[in-house]
């Protein structure tokens, strides 16, 4: 009865965290921007970069400032899909975002700096123009 108890505790505790969740974060965090020398589509701002690797359908997001700031890749599709990439591993580091897009369409991206997930933009760089996806 313990072990089960023990074991429901840990489930309820998981899905709190689940529920928790916000955007999708960028999953790895290491100190070189990769995608940058790979003749992928790069958007630079004050603070920090994306790029959008069309073999895989990836964002790669770095943070280039210690300023607290989370960098974010803010991008859409021309068939209406949306999201956000977002990284908060700190200056030096970057993350990748993995999505699963339609090969026969474009997106767009910009570069967005926030204060948190959902606080105000601090600031954002223009669109870039549409992208090939496949």
Known sequence: MKMRMAAMAGVAG???MLALAGPAQATEATPAPKAAASGN???YAAGGYA???????????GDSKADGLRVIADWET?????GECHHTGG???YGI??????EDSRV????????????PNASATAWTGWIPIG
């Open 78 to 82: 021309d068939y209406g899909r949306s």
């Open 51 to 61: 790029c959008f690797i069309s073999y895989g359908d990836k964002f790669e997001v």
């Open 91 to 93: 200056s030096g580091t």
């Open 14 to 16: 998981l899905t709190g």
């Open 41 to 43: 589509t790069c958007l």
């Open 108 to 119: 767009r991206f910009r570069v967005v700096l926030r204060d948190g997930a959902t606080g």
């Open 97 to 102: 975002c993995n999505y699963d897009m339609r």
